[in-house]
Structure formats: C-alpha cells, structure tokens
C-alpha cells in the first residue's frame, strides 16, 4: 500500500488543520499567560524590532554587537517560534491591527500546532483507514492539556508538530526519495523550535541504517560499512581531543582552522561522498538511508542560519546552549504529597502522571495500541508473539519508538521533572496514532459483530467515535483555560488529584480567573501583589485589557493592597506571608476549580 | 452458541471502549453533586455562629477544601493544611470537623488513623449539602498557662558569643525584637512544613552566637511544650546546619536540635514546672536559611 494519501485524505487533512487553528484562535482570550510566555513575547518584540533593522539597515543589523544587543535576551531557545511570533504580532497586531497583542503573538503557536491533526490523520489514514486517520487527530486535541498547550507562544507543542512532521517525511521518503531533503528542512526547522530535536537522529539513525542495510546489496553494505567507520572515526577523533584539550580547552580553542574543524569538515565531506558512491552504486540503499543524510546535512545549517545569535560565536554559544539545558535547575513539583525537588525523581512519574491526566476514554485505546505495538514488535523477535499478535515491522517500530521515547527520555531520575505533561509532548501524538489503531479494531468488530451494511457501520463508527470522545471533550471544555489544573478519571478528577496530592496548577496563568474580580473591587492606584505572574505578564493583562490599568504591581506582600496568591504546595509560606501583612486569614475570593483552591485572593484590611 | 461467543468477541473492544467512555461519562456527570454550594456553606457558618464556644477550631477534611474560609466566621481559626490530621491542636477544646466525604479520593484512613484518636463526638452530626459539619471533644486538648508568643514585650532578648563574651542586649524596634549580628525576634505567621503556625519567628546571628530568651516570671504548669522548625523551603536545603536549642526552666534543662535538613516542627515537653524564670538558648553554626519558628507554651491539665 502506498505511503502516500490520497487526495480526499490531503483535503480531510487540510479541514483537520483549519479547524484545529480556527478553534484555538477563538478559545484563546481566555488563556492566561504563562510565566514563560511573556518572556517570548518580549523576546519576539525585540527580535521583530532586529528584523526591522536588517531590512532598513543591514550593515548595521549584521555586525557582531547589534546582533549579540538584540538576541541575548532569552537565548536559552532558538528563534523559528520567536521570530514567527514577532513577525506576526507585528503584522497582525502593530500594522493591521486585526487582533489583540497576545493573538498576534500566538497565530504561529496555533498553525504549528494545526500540524498535528492534520499529519496524524494522513499517516493514520495510510496506514490503517481514513476512520483510524480521523480518530487520532480528533482524540488529539480534546486532551485537555494538549488543547491548553495548544494555545500558548511556546515552543512544547511546536516541538511535538515537528517531531511529528520529521518522523513521518522520514518514513514516507523511505518510499519517495523526493521527500528526503524536505526531512532534513523540518528537522532544521525542529532543531530551530527547542532542543528536544537534538534526539531526534537517535531514534531516527536504526530505522535509517537497519533499512538501508536489509535492501542493500554488496556494494552498497560495503559504502555502508565506510561510512559506519567515518563516523566512529568521527567520534574517536572527538574523544582524542577531548582527552588531550579537556572540555573547556575544546570549546575555546575552535576556530575556523583548528583541529576541531578539521574533524567535522572530514566527517561531512566523507559522508557526503559516500553518500555519493551509494546513490551512484545501490540506488535502493541510498534511497532509505538519504532522510539521514538530509538530516545531517540540511538540518544544522538551517539551524545555524536562523539563529543570528550564533553567527558570531558559534561554538562557544552551541556550548552554552546545550550546558544550559543539560544542567536545567530542578523546580519544585508535587507528586503523591511529597514536594520534589531535586533528583533522583520516581522512575514511574511520567507514566503515572500520563496516566493520570488523560481522560479515561482516550488513556484505553492509547494504552491497548501501545501494548499491541509491543507485542507486535517484539513478534518480529518472538515467534509465539507473532502467532498471536502478527508481526510489526519497521513502521511498527517507529511508531513505538516515537510514542516511547520522550516519555522514557524524562522518566531519567536525574531529569527535570517540573512541567506537568509538557516536557514529553512529543510522544503524544503517536500514542494518539496507535490509539486511532485501536479504535479502528473496535469498530470494525463492531460491525462485524453486527453484521452492518457499509452505510450503517459508517454510523456505528461515528457513534462509537463520539461516545469514547466526549467524555475527554467535555472535560476539555469544563476545564478550560485553566488547562495546567486538568486531570482525568481515573485520578478523580481534580479535586481527586488534590486529595492524592499531586500538583494543583503551574505556570500562573490561572490567575485569569480572579482578575475580573480584582478590576472590580480595586480602588485606582491601589497595589496588587500576583503572586508568581512575573512582571511581563502583568504588562500583558494590562495592555490586553485584562487588567485595569490603573493598577500597580507590588513586590510582595507586605507593599500590596490586594494579593493574588498562587496555590502550590511549595508557597504556602507566601500565603501565611500575605495573612501576617494583611492581618486576616480570610480571602476575599478565589478561583476555585471544582473546589480546588488554586488562586487565592485577600484584601489588605482597612485600617 | 459458538456464533454468539464469537461475535461478542469480535464486539468487544468496542463494548470496552463504550463502557470506558460511559463510565468516564458517568463520572463527570456526578462529581458537580459533591460540590457545595454558596448557600451550603452560608448555612455551615450559620450553624457555627450559633454553636461555636471560645476555643473551637474548624478542621477541614479533605484538608484542602479552603473554599470554606471565604465563609466560616472571621474570628473562628480554620485548620486545613497536608498533614493537620496529625495535629494535636491542643489549645481547642472542641474541634469542628467540617468535611465533604463525597468527594473523590477524600483520604478518610488518614483521617481514621490520625484524627479520630483521643476524638469523640460531642454533637450530632449536621447535613449542608455534601457537607457533614461534626463536633469533636478533642481528648488532646490541655489549658494553656502561657505561651510565649503572647509575652513577647516581657522577654529579656540578648546575643552572646560564643567565648565568653559578654552578652549584648537587643533593643525594641517596633513589634521586633532587633539584635545585634542580624539576628531578631518577632511574633509573626509562618509555614513549617505546610503548616502555619503563630510563632515567635528568630533570625538567628552569626558566628556561632547564641541568641537567649528570657522571661523572669512564669507560672506553674505540667509541663513546658517546646516546638521549633525551620520555616518555609529553606528546611530542606542540603548542606545546612543544625540549629540548638537548649530551655532552662525550674524544671531543669530540655535540649532539642533541628538537624539540617529536617522538614517540620521538633518538640519536647518538660516535667511539671514551678513558677520561675525560663530561659531559651538557641545557637546555630551558620544563620544561612536557619529562620525559625518556635512555639514555647505552658501546658495545665485538660480544659
């Protein structure tokens, strides 16, 4: 069967992705902004202003100091997001003036994020049924965290689209070779969204390598075995230096000839040429392993080319990019009553909170494709599994291993672990693709069952589909937008994962609920101190009228009229804070989320 | 038959599926009737206006359902914080237990375990919606001769070093107790390990000084109660020092120690006291994040 869709399936695909970013764009007023996002939209305002240099002046744009002024801000991630945050805020919003600020920022983070309907109903459709297709990309978004993540100009839904955009080109250009450069762009364009992209060749090389070298014929495994050894060569000339520079010796000692250079320049032109040989040699050999080479070639140099702030310095910048990220400082997080904050972490955590997260509804189907992808797997291993449960192959595998490997990549006890579900968003999506499998059986034995004519198991399914939906939909609805509060069934909802002890909310944005409250019961000039919104975020409610303007924030406590306190376990120190300096433990009102306290409102008393 | 079995077979993934989802369903539908509502809880503090008695406490149960706050009566203390079901709360008599059992995953073999020792109820037991308001005598309640927070302005408060030195005596800068080596005292709400308590809050100094509390005159009691915790996050931090505290009283001597890294309040109790002087030494190696909350109450027998 063919990889490719058809064309009904590029037009359902196409509906899938407009309505995705229709529906985002009109829920998002509600959503407030999350502690890193305010950071993005000033950073995107600042790189939006760089862009207006370039055009208008480019030697000055261009030269190492303006360009280290405008992008130092926030280099913790690259630019793709920021500058298309920037540029449609400046579009939409300063020029046009069709959209509040924060929707000129966010209208990028919505189409990205309308990726991901659309590609899980092509691969589901192509590889199973368009009624598989559809489920996965329906059962996408009524997760009432991803639809939460959905919203936000941030970079962990965007990474989970590319992620999914480069594995799934990586997969169709196994069978149209036209389509390996273009995994190489999205994998740029990936590396470009946040640096969970830099694992994507880890679970891409096998699929890459293992395909290449099962089609194969002798020529082609001898040019395979060459550039097997040009990379280990690679990687032994790296440790060489390592052992003889020393880390920091390495980093500050790359220059344009050095023997640092050297070694990458040997290892792109050795891979390149062989990669020549094959395509030149064993044309079916080349055809599998060319998505890699396209990666490998293509990707860093987008990555390197959108990022200004690496032009100048590249090595010692990459360096700090990757120490910042390899040594992230661990936040406080709630798990089971226990406050954790620092590692080892539980080994179960992701699983757990996964579990306990998805609706119910949606957390069977996904959890039956997984064990039935496994099992199916390992059918390629076992032969007792194949019996019984057929045998997987490699898009089996790739699936698995894409739907496994962020979930296992932060169950590390040593990773961060703050962050709710956001931090393995990327395997998302190919749980949801597994769970559209699943769902396909089901109702395929539904009416087999029943012995349904083709008109009426078209009902049954769309009957079936909308049962197992709507619970997940009607909780994405009811929680709405306080998404980082969601929790599912099998938790008790969330005043079920609060008797459990499990993180109430983070982020801050859940201060939205009390601000109408807060514009009509302060005096003009009064303080407010919101607890945990930062200071950007404040500016953001006021210039997208959220929150009057005549209203200043505080520090603290102890300068403030009114304070909003944020409910996590690890501040209740601030709320005591907030009853010494007001002199009452009574709150004036709050947002309470089926009973959970999570956003605690005191007036200071009068005098 | 055999057709039958096999067609529910074929069937039941679906069947799985649709009963998931209308469980879920069923779920969702009813979880809105365990939440109160407003008028539940105006007639709760309706009911507590009516009953209450000096030196009732409202306990929430689960602990988190702080909602009831925006209602219960100003002046009545409420106690909901993770870990209050172990809480003595010894100067109340009479404990007001306020909870919603009909919530998912209420931890009621916590509350068993934990609160209902030494509790009885003292009423029965009213209905608010999907609130049970109880009265409990609390079997752990003792009279409270004095405490310390409450004689702050009779406290002789000075820093010695720790060779000998004579002590330097601290001065009154408003409700603060200021010292030299940046160390203070005030009366002031702070959180240990989740819970707040009124305390007398010490900044302890440097250098290994010791900052001494004295009070010249003191009743009687059973017993001197000694609690003391590091306040907020800082308790946790890896790499901090103990702190010591040692009380001198007609009693004799009760050393306690916070180890560094110890989450939540350190108690001792004394014998029973005569009247005289106390006297509370407390000494750390190194100040950094060492603030402290200490509760110092003389206990009499049951209220």
Redesign the interface.
């Known amino acids: 069967m063919s990889r490719a869709p058809t064309v009904v399936d590029r037009r359902i695909a196409l509906g899938l992705g407009l309505a995705t970013f229709v529906v985002l764009w009109a829920t998002e007023r509600q959503v407030g902004f999350v502690r890193d996002e305010s950071v993005y939209f000033a950073a995107a305002e600042q790189f939006s202003r760089w862009w207006s240099l370039l055009f208008h002046r480019p030697a000055a744009a261009l030269s190492d100091p303006v360009i280290t002024q405008a992008f130092d801000f926030n280099h913790e991630h690259p630019m793709l997001m920021k500058s298309l945050f920037g540029w449609s805020h400046a579009l939409f919003h300063q020029t046009l003036g069709l959209v509040r600020p924060a929707a000129g920022f966010r209208l990028p983070a919505f189409a990205v994020a309308a990726l991901i309907p659309a590609l899980l109903h092509l691969w589901g459709s192509a590889l199973w049924s368009r009624r598989a297709g559809l489920f996965a990309a329906l059962s996408f978004f009524v997760v009432p965290r991803q639809f939460f993540h959905a919203h936000l100009s941030a970079f962990d839904m965007p990474v989970a689209a590319m992620w999914l955009l480069v594995a799934y080109l990586f997969w169709r250009a196994a069978e149209d070779v036209r389509l390996s450069p273009w995994t190489g762009v999205a994998f740029g364009l990936a590396l470009a969204t946040k640096h969970n992209a830099f694992f994507l060749p880890v679970v891409l090389l096998p699929f890459g390598v293992l395909g290449s070298w099962r089609v194969a014929g002798d020529v082609g495994r001898r040019v395979l075995v060459r550039m097997g050894q040009t990379a280990v060569a690679f990687l032994g000339y790296l440790a060489l230096l390592l052992v003889v520079k020393g880390r920091t010796e390495l980093v500050q000692s790359w220059q344009p000839l050095s023997p640092q250079t050297f070694g990458v320049v040997a290892l792109v032109a050795g891979l390149t040429v062989l990669s020549a040989q094959l395509h030149h040699r064993d044309r079916a050999a080349f055809v599998r392993i060319a998505p890699l080479v396209a990666m490998g070639l293509i990707g860093p140099v987008v990555f390197f080319v959108h990022w200004p702030w690496l032009w100048y310095h590249p090595v010692d910048r990459l360096a700090w990019y990757f120490d910042f990220h390899a040594t992230h400082v661990h936040y406080a997080w709630t798990y089971f009553n226990e406050v954790l904050r620092a590692p080892p972490f539980p080994l179960a955590y992701v699983f757990v909170v996964t579990a306990l997260t998805l609706p119910v509804s949606l957390l069977l189907p996904m959890t039956a494709g997984l064990l039935r992808s496994s099992a199916r797997s390992l059918g390629d291993l076992v032969p007792a599994l194949a019996r019984r449960f057929g045998r997987g192959g490699e898009t089996e595998w790739l699936l698995l291993v894409n739907a496994l490997f962020s979930i296992l990549l932060i169950s590390h006890p040593e990773v961060p672990h703050f962050g709710g579900v956001k931090h393995w968003l990327p395997s998302m999506p190919f749980l949801a693709l597994l769970a559209g499998r699943e769902f396909d059986r089901a109702s395929d034995g539904l009416s087999s069952a029943l012995r349904l004519t083709a008109r009426r198991s078209t009902a049954a399914s769309i009957l079936l589909g909308g049962l197992v939906l709507l619970p997940a939909f009607t909780l994405t609805v009811h929680v709405h937008p306080y998404g980082t509060s969601a929790y599912g069934e099998l938790a008790g909802g969330i005043p079920g994962a609060a008797s459990l002890g499990l993180q109430r909310q983070f982020w801050s944005n859940n201060v939205t609920g009390v601000l109408p409250w807060i514009d009509a019961n302060s005096r003009p000039g009064a303080h407010l101190w919101l607890h945990e919104v930062n200071g950007l975020s404040f500016r953001d409610y006021q210039r997208n009228d959220m929150l009057r303007k005549d209203v200043f924030p505080a520090g603290g406590p102890e300068d403030a009229d009114l304070a909003a306190v944020q409910y996590h376990q690890e501040f209740r120190e601030q709320e005591v804070q907030v009853w010494q300096a007001f002199g009452t433990w009574v709150p004036s009102t709050g947002l309470y989320i089926d009973e959970t306290p999570q956003v605690v409102v005191y007036r200071r008393s009068a005098p | 038959m055999n057709e039958t079995a096999h067609?529910?077979r074929?069937?039941?993934?679906?069947l799985?599926?649709?009963i998931?989802?209308?469980?879920?369903?069923g779920?969702?539908l009813q979880?809105p009737r365990?939440?109160?509502s407003d008028a539940d809880y105006r007639a709760v503090a309706g009911a507590l206006a009516t009953a209450r008695a000096p030196g009732d406490v409202v306990l929430l149960h689960?602990w988190?359902?702080?909602?009831a706050?925006?209602f219960?009566p100003?002046d009545l203390?409420?106690v909901g914080?993770?870990g209050d079901t172990r809480d003595d709360l010894l100067s109340h008599p009479r404990i007001w237990v306020l909870a919603?059992e009909r919530?998912?995953?209420?931890?009621d073999a916590d509350f068993r375990r934990n609160f209902l020792p030494d509790r009885t109820p003292a009423g029965p037991a009213q209905q608010f919606g999907p609130l049970t308001l109880t009265p409990y005598r609390n079997g752990r309640a003792r009279r409270v001769v004095l405490s310390a927070i409450d004689v702050l302005d009779r406290l002789e408060v000075s820093v010695e070093g720790s060779g000998g030195a004579p002590a330097q005596p601290c001065r009154r800068n408003g409700a603060r107790v200021q010292c030299p080596f940046d160390a203070s005292v005030e009366v002031?709400?702070?959180?240990v390990l989740?819970q707040?308590v009124r305390c007398l809050f010490l900044v302890p100094p440097g250098g290994g000084r010791t900052v001494t509390l004295r009070l010249p005159e003191a009743p009687a009691a059973d017993a001197l109660l000694l609690e003391a915790g590091i306040?907020?996050?800082h308790a946790?931090l890896?790499g901090r020092a103990d702190v010591q505290l040692q009380l001198e009283s007609p009693a004799g001597n009760l050393h306690l120690r916070i180890p560094g890294a110890h989450e939540g309040l350190v108690h001792g109790e004394t014998p029973a006291v005569a009247a005289g002087p106390w006297t509370l030494r407390i000494t750390t190696a190194n100040p950094q994040d060492r603030q402290v909350c200490i509760r110092l109450r003389a206990l009499g027998g049951p209220p």
């Open positions: 067609r529910l074929t069937a039941a993934p679906a799985a599926l649709g998931v989802a209308l469980l879920g369903l779920f969702q979880l365990a939440f109160p689960p988190w359902t702080e909602r706050r925006l219960v100003a203390p409420v914080y993770l919603n919530l998912p995953r209420t931890p002031a709400w702070h959180e989740y707040p306040t907020w996050e946790w890896p």
